[in-house]
């Protein structure tokens, strides 16, 4: 996710998903199944801790080993139908049912295969519950090696979005596309979704003809558009990572192995800003090992994609935000790619390790960044995630601070989609880095990769590999005590090695100075700086600013109004916060064209602190969910639910408050999903 979803970086900083529950949305269909017999329900998965808590399914007694997709794809009725076949492993010889995980999914029967033959088989769909779904209880007595679901998905089901053609870059053809993570596959797939069963699949889907369907598979880049496609995805993968998508789709290379695919409106633009993306590819293959998934393809999707990027296997959904014409947020798709190895070869098992999947994704996006643009760079991204980790960890219940986090602590597996995965995570690798050195660790993690390649693992089982590959390396390196705090224990230990950003430290000289003065930097100090820099510069600002002052921001750096997401996400804020309403028309516009998630929930909870405020923020949300993926409307929507503002209360302005100025500067990333920034100031690319 993400992650997202997917965090997914920048040219540099990982970002962090808000710590928001994705609730389902739609009717809450509960269809009755043609041939059924009364079969033992519960309302949610139970929490243990050898289970995962946010599926039903079983995979101690059953797993689907292999998936066979035949879809109808239909932009009318927006829904997908057909059947999905398993093949099953059946692990217990006591087993007689086939549990499945789905959300508001029409089940229309249901068919074991027998002697060759397909026969009815018996089968319950329980009531649903909002965060889980509906647990698809399949009676097979026989332990048939193969079952068969017809159904049919809601026009509502949360991983899917469709776009009327206005909502694209064309403005000819409609655009479909699914994000499956955490648990949303379920709502286009009945499944067994959980990481921790991995399958191969193939498909087959049929579509209009004038558009093109692709999937997380081998997507053939000469491939016509017929109105029928196939595909194979012969490495076994787990459901969140499956995808699909459908539009108005064409393709350019990179690479022999690596290229982009776009709307004709988009892909040029997409092609050159990630040109650096074969380079990232064969940088990540000298730290880690040989890529394994054939091709590295990058999907440009609509500005409504709810995250940065989406790292499923093959072809990396990538949001268009990160276009910006200077290459400065390509570290984003290093992120995705990173993915490669650590989430996609090696997945966390259940959603309670997430930071197996994004701590270590988190890492090595660093590495690879600092290997194609320098250490300095590097180091400034450790200190702004830093920074962003502690400010949320101020938010965060203690029980989530943790990186292994223990069964029932996490209603909602996206409670674990934020900074403490990806940020903490990461610093316990660079911890491990400086305790035993880079060559050593790098050798460790090269072995890790090779180890547990397309499996998926826990965190007790990390630890097992730790102490049996790395510790005796260096016996006197790190004590168990230590290793324990970083992962049972909340809050930062105090083992944890420190980054130092000179660069950011001029930031912060520059805005206290301008604080205290009204004094702007000059030009030519803020000519050169980066992204982060920008990004430091706002976030280290008071709460509330006066008027004068953000008029004399606005004037000199045009903030309002800017088509850098990195920076609007943090000004409307402030704008809100200061009253400053020569931005608000500007803002609700940005509310409207957007969704990623990450760059419109800061906004959307600044509106929310006060009654007037709120209404603007409801009125905003009523106008752009047309355009929203239900992910964001979804979190969109809880956030103006449970906000309680002052009766009463207005925007505006406030008298500013004494700044707050970090030792080593930092952008603080709190409220973001893990994917990150957009810019206006062109970054080095080298």
Not at 79 to 88: M, Q
Not at 394 to 418: H, I, N, S, W
Not at 526 to 549: R, S, V
Not at 655 to 661: R, T, V, Y
Request: hydrophobic content about 40%; glycine content about 6%; aromatic content about 8%.
């Amino acid at each position: 996710m993400r992650v997202p979803p997917t965090r997914s970086g920048r040219l540099f900083p990982l970002a962090v998903l808000s710590l928001l529950a994705l609730l389902a949305v739609g009717c809450q269909r509960e269809p009755t199944p043609e041939t059924s017999t009364p079969i033992a329900s519960r309302e949610a998965p139970v929490a243990a801790e050898d289970r995962d808590e946010h599926s039903y399914a079983e995979p101690d007694k059953v797993v689907i080993a292999d998936l066979a997709l035949d879809l109808d794809l239909d932009f009318e009725t927006r829904t997908l139908a057909g059947t999905a076949t398993y093949t099953l492993e059946w692990k217990d010889d006591g087993a007689g049912e086939l549990v499945l995980d789905t959300r508001d999914l029409a089940i229309e029967r249901v068919e074991g295969e027998t002697d060759g033959a397909w026969q009815p088989l018996q089968h319950a769909l329980d009531p649903a519950d909002e965060r889980f779904g509906s647990r698809l209880v399949i009676s097979t007595p026989e332990r048939n090696a193969r079952v068969r679901v017809a159904y049919r998905t809601s026009p509502n089901a949360s991983g899917l979005q469709w776009l009327e053609p206005s909502m694209t870059a064309g403005g000819e053809l409609p655009f479909m596309f699914s994000q499956s993570q955490a648990i949303h596959a379920r709502s286009w797939v009945p499944l067994q979704d959980s990481p921790s069963v991995r399958y191969t699949y193939g498909a087959t889907v049929r579509s209009r003809p004038d558009v093109m369907v692709l999937m997380s598979a081998d997507n053939d880049p000469d491939a016509v558009r017929d109105g029928e496609y196939r595909f194979s995805m012969p490495q076994k993968i787990p459901s969140y990572l499956m995808a699909i998508a459908a539009g108005d789709l064409v393709f350019k290379p990179i690479s022999t192995r690596s290229g982009v695919w776009a709307e004709p409106a988009t892909v040029d633009a997409a092609v050159e800003e990630f040109a650096d993306t074969e380079e990232m590819i064969v940088t990540a293959e000298r730290l880690y090992g040989p890529y394994r998934w054939e091709r590295y393809d990058l999907l440009i999707l609509p500005p409504s994609f709810p995250y940065g990027g989406m790292e499923n296997p093959r072809l990396s959904f990538i949001t268009p935000t990160v276009i910006v014409g200077d290459k400065s947020l390509v570290s984003l798709i290093a992120h995705e790619l990173a993915h490669s190895w650590s989430g996609n070869l090696v997945t966390n098992a259940s959603w309670k390790d997430m930071w197996l999947n994004e701590g270590f994704t988190s890492y090595v996006e660093n590495r690879i960044v600092e290997a194609l643009y320098g250490r300095e760079v590097a180091d400034m991204e450790y200190v702004i995630a830093r920074d962003g980790l502690q400010k949320a960890l101020a938010d965060t219940p203690a029980q989530l601070q943790v990186l292994a986090v223990r069964p029932g602590d996490a209603r909602d597996p996206d409670d674990t989609f934020g900074a403490v995965a990806y940020d903490k995570g990461a610093w316990f690798l660079q911890f491990l880095e400086e305790r035993f050195g880079r060559d050593t660790l790098d050798a460790f993690l090269r072995g890790y990769f090779d180890a547990f390649a397309f499996q998926s693992i826990s965190t007790a089982t990390f630890v097992e590999h730790l102490e049996a590959e790395l510790l005796p390396k260096k016996p006197d390196a790190v004590t168990k005590a230590e290793i324990e705090e970083w992962l049972y224990a909340p809050g930062i230990p105090a083992s944890a090695p420190m980054a130092l950003s000179p660069r950011l430290g001029l930031v912060d000289s520059a805005r206290l100075a301008w604080l205290g003065s009204a004094q702007l930097p000059p030009q030519a100090m803020t000519a050169d700086w980066t992204t982060q820099e920008w990004i430091h510069f706002l976030e280290g600002m008071p709460d509330t600013l006066t008027l004068e002052q953000m008029s004399q921001l606005d004037t000199a750096y045009g903030f309002t109004g800017t088509s850098n997401g990195e920076l609007a996400m943090r000004w409307y804020p402030l704008a809100v916060r200061s009253g400053y309403a020569i931005a608000f028309e500007p803002m609700n516009e940005f509310l409207q064209r957007i969704g990623r998630r990450k760059l419109i929930m800061p906004v959307y909870e600044a509106l929310a602190t006060t009654e007037e405020g709120l209404a603007l923020a409801r009125s905003a949300l009523r106008l752009a969910r047309p355009g929203y993926h239900p992910i964001t409307t979804a979190s969109a929507e809880k956030a103006l639910d449970e906000a309680s503002p002052p009766p009463g209360s207005r925007v505006t302005p406030a008298a500013p408050a004494e700044p707050d100025i970090p030792e080593t500067g930092a952008d603080g990333r709190t409220g973001t999903d893990p994917d990150a920034p957009p810019a206006e100031t062109p970054t080095p690319a080298g």
